[in-house]
Each structure stands twice: as C-alpha cells, then as structure tokens.
C-alpha cells in the first residue's frame, strides 16, 4: 500500500537513521550469513518460480521484490504513474523493465548484450503476442521433431542448419547426437515467418542450451568434465525445449491479463547499445524518476564468455572471439582486454582509489600483465567507466530522481575494493548526491568469480564479499 507523502518523508528519514546503525557493524559481522537491512533478499535466484523473470536463468541479475521495493520507496506517492519513467541502464533479461512495466510505469533499458537484448524485449513485448498462434506453433514443432528426431531414438536424418563456425573451446559444446537435434530445432525455427514467435523459440533453445550441453554454469561457463560432471550423451531436446515453451506460453498470458487490469498503457522500450549512447540515442535528457540497475562488477565475469553458446547458436556471433558481443565496449571492459596497455590513469581526482591502483600496481611485477601492472590498469578503466556512467545519470536524472545502483566489494590480488563506497564518492564528484549505502547481503552470488589463486592470498581469506545498494540523487 502506498504511504502518503509526509509518511514518506518520515519512514525515509528512519530508513537513513537505521542504515547509518547497520552497514558497519553487519559488514564486520563474522558469521558469514546474508543481512538484509531494509530491502528484501536482491538475488535474482528468487525470480525462478516468477512469471517472466523465469525464462532466463541470469547469474548477475536481482530479484523481483528488490525492484518492488525500490518502486515503494522511491517513486513520489503524489506522481501520476502516466509520468514515471524508470531506467535501467544495464537491463539484463530484464527484471527492472518488467517489474515496472506490469505496474503501470514507463521503462527505458539498455542492454550491449544481443541474448540478453532479446529476453527483456520479447518479455515487454509479451502483450502483443498471440497465445493461439504460439501454442499451435508449439505444437508443430512437436510434431516437426518427432518426424525428424524423436527423443530416445538415434537420428538417422540430416538437418539443413549448421554449427557455427566461431564457437570454439577445449570440449564440443555438444556431443553429435545432441548437436543434430539442436540443428533441427533450428532449422524448425528459421523457418518460421512471424518474427515475434521466431524469436520466441529462439529465446527458448537459448535458455536451455547449456543443459543439454557439455558446459555448465559454476556459476561462470565451464566444461563439464572440470567440474566432475559427465559429458551428455544424448538429450530429449524436444521435451525440454517444449517445456520451455509452454511455461512462456503461460506466462504470456499471464502478463497480458496484468496488463489488461492496467488504467493507461505504459511505454517500453529495450535499446541495444551501451548506456553510453544515451544522449545521442534518446535525444533528451533530465526525465528519468528512478534508475533501478546492477552494472557489471569489478570481478571480471565475462558477458560475452559466459554467453558464447546463445551468441555463435543463435546467430548473433559469427566470428571466433568477443568482438560480436562488443566486449570492448562493456562497461568496466574486461581484464583480458586491457592488461596488456600502456599505464591507465584515472580521468578524474580520488586519492582514495589512486592509492588503492598504486598499491596492486606493486604487487607480483614478475608476472607483467598477469600481475598487479595488469589488474591496476582494470581497476582504473573500470572506476573511468563509472565516472563516465555517472555523468550519464546527471543529464538523465530529473530534478529528485533516484538511482539505485547494485554493487558489491571486489578483491584484486589480495587487496579489497570497497566499490561501493568508491562508487558513491564518484558520483559525488560527478554532481549527484551519495545519499545512502545499504547492506543487501552477504556470501553473494558468484563469489567464487573473485576467489581465484591469481587474485587473492592468505592475507584476504576472511574478507566479507557483500552486496550493497547504493542511492544517489539529483
């Protein structure tokens, strides 16, 4: 329920007066457990039994009641839902669009990543498509695969897709069998007319490629067999494809009776470019109420890497490497991209952080750019990047907006980040408010992306990894 404004300004004053209390102390607190201070549990593992937020497993998204709960606090009761708009810069699959969308507000995403592009437009899309024609293309996709390739049968059959030549590893990412049952789920898909439904199934293979796949997700892509797990022989890709669909058909149908239940029809639009871009792409600035986001983080987990077997398979990617993923044009970039440079110097004035980069700088010089010569230059572009970012949300922002940002502390051989707090001086210096820091949990989500032999000592085995959100105002 809604407060009135006065409420408002009462509970965030509380809100302000608790969390000043709290991070500390639940930060230093040792027991290793998640804290939760005001906001509910941010892991985007609480989405997998949600409508929508379910088709696309995301290891560094955040969860729907996190959204909700930013919704709460930080939309003014007294604006017409008619004149919200709620950003999220780096979408994902979309839990932020979604969440604000089936409430009535207007919801602008970016997102570089082609795979991740595709799951958050398809799910604003959903009230436009039709549940009739996707069930009945359902079920001739049944009845194609069991003419050509029936689960538990061998496959005698040629499909006319092939496998992509840029995708390349250490293992197939599918044994034969696997792999020709893909191809004729694939040929099935490219040869449907509707581009919606065409991309729908295409979504579908996506999401569950991997599970029938010699890969895995620990929670980064590896094989199987480094990891102690079985390659797959054989897969019912038809069944686990159709059980797919037939959830997205349902959720579908549910997201257009939300919809309908609606007193106006939102604006939704997902932008496939970086944030940076913005100005340019959106052609104003000063109008966005809220920014709900998580960025990358400063623990080097590779988009592009970790969604190689939905770029190269579903036609996204064709050459061999990133540069079809826009790696370079990630924000924070990557490790891998910029250890090899010349010195990186940051763009702007922290001695806080200069002394932080100095300090990894000096650390295992005799591996070169595997040392602390190329981690020093990561951070630097990284923290480039956030300045960068939060000039973006000054232009973006309206007079009063908030950003909540989603971050958490890092650990660079051997030496903690505190990005959060970094994060929140310099939008500082950028012309934004820090204006709080709240503790989300603890034991985070791909925490073992950090806790590498190359990057951590004995020295930092007791570092608390947590998560925050920070919130910054106009």
């Not at 919801?107 to 795979?115: D, L, S």
């Not at 592009?117 to 398809?122: D, K, P, Y």
């Not at 950003?403 to 934004?432: C, H």
């Amino acid at each position: 329920m809604r407060v009135t404004f006065l409420g408002y300004i009462f509970f965030d004053k509380i809100r302000r007066e608790m969390q000043a209390r709290l991070f500390e102390t639940l930060v230093q607190d040792g027991d290793g457990g998640e804290m939760a201070a005001v906001f509910r549990d941010s892991a985007f593992g609480k989405n997998k039994d949600l409508p929508l937020h379910r088709w696309v497993p995301w290891v560094a998204g955040f969860s729907a009641d996190f959204v909700e709960d930013c919704i709460e606090w930080y939309i003014p009761p007294t604006k017409s839902k008619e004149n919200v708009w709620v950003l999220d810069p780096f979408a994902g699959v979309g839990t932020t669009l979604v969440e604000s969308y089936r409430r009535g507000l207007n919801v602008i995403g970016f997102e570089i990543n082609p795979y991740a592009a595709l799951a958050s437009r398809l799910k604003l899309q959903a009230r436009r498509i039709s549940t009739q024609k996707l069930a009945s293309q359902i079920e001739a996709f049944e009845r194609f695969m069991a003419s050509n390739c029936p689960d538990g049968f061998p496959v005698s059959g040629q499909p006319q897709s092939r496998a992509p030549n840029g995708f390349n590893g250490r293992t197939e990412l599918f044994n034969p069998v696997v792999e020709k049952r893909v191809l004729f789920a694939l040929d099935f898909i490219n040869a449907l007319e509707d581009g919606r439904l065409r991309d729908l199934f295409k979504l579908a293979l996506g999401s569950v490629i991997v599970s029938v796949s010699n890969y895995s997700y620990e929670p980064s892509l590896t094989r199987r067999a480094s990891v102690g797990k079985a390659p797959i022989v054989d897969a019912p890709v038809t069944k686990v494809v159709v059980a797919k669909l037939r959830l997205m058909l349902a959720d579908i149908d549910w997201m257009q009776k939300q919809v309908r239940r609606l007193d106006h029809l939102p604006e939704g639009k997902v932008i496939q470019d970086s944030i940076f871009s913005a100005k340019e792409v959106l052609g104003r600035t000063r109008f966005v109420d809220l920014v709900i986001t998580s960025p990358p983080y400063l623990n080097n987990y590779h988009y592009p890497r970790n969604t190689r077997p939905q770029l190269h398979w579903l036609g996204f990617a064709t050459q061999a490497g990133y540069g079809e993923g826009r790696e370079t044009e990630s924000f924070g970039k990557f490790w891998q991209t910029v250890r090899g440079l010349p010195l990186i110097d940051l763009t702007f004035s922290l001695p806080e952080l200069s002394e932080i980069i100095d300090r990894v700088r000096t650390l295992n010089v005799e591996k070169g750019a595997y040392g602390g010569t190329g981690w020093a230059n990561y951070i630097a572009t990284y923290f480039n990047d956030t300045y960068r970012f939060c000039g973006i949300l000054k232009q973006l922002l309206d007079r009063g907006g908030v950003a909540v940002i989603v971050i958490g502390n890092s650990i660079i051989q051997g030496v903690e980040v505190k990005t959060d707090q970094l994060f929140g001086e310099i939008a500082n210096l950028s012309g934004l408010k820090f204006e709080d820091n709240w503790l989300l949990r603890k034991k985070r989500t791909g925490s073992s992306i950090i806790q590498s032999s190359v990057r951590v000592d004995k020295a930092t085995e007791k570092t608390v990894l947590y998560e925050s959100a920070i919130v910054l105002r106009k």
